[in-house]
């Protein structure tokens, strides 16, 4: 897997598990609960993206 595939599988994965998130104003407790959970996951693979993108980044710049 390429530096690049990494990034684009993050962001898809975070974009994916955003989707499992319930709707609604009357949500019960335990659904509010796994509405936190997916959320901070969605994130953590957002921040992963980022890091990515910093070391490609990084990288690229050693390189000239």
Excluded at 12 to 38: F, L, Q, V, W
Excluded at 50 to 64: A, F, Q, T
Aim: charged share 40%; glycine share 4%; with cysteine.
């Amino acid at each position: 897997m390429t530096i690049d595939e990494a990034i684009a599988h993050a962001r898809e994965k975070a974009k994916e598990i955003r989707e499992n998130i319930i709707d609604g104003d009357n949500i019960e407790p335990y659904e509010s609960y796994c509405n936190a959970m997916t959320g901070w996951c969605a994130e953590e693979h957002e921040q992963l993206a980022e890091w990515l993108e910093e070391l490609k980044d990084y990288r690229d710049k050693n390189k000239m």
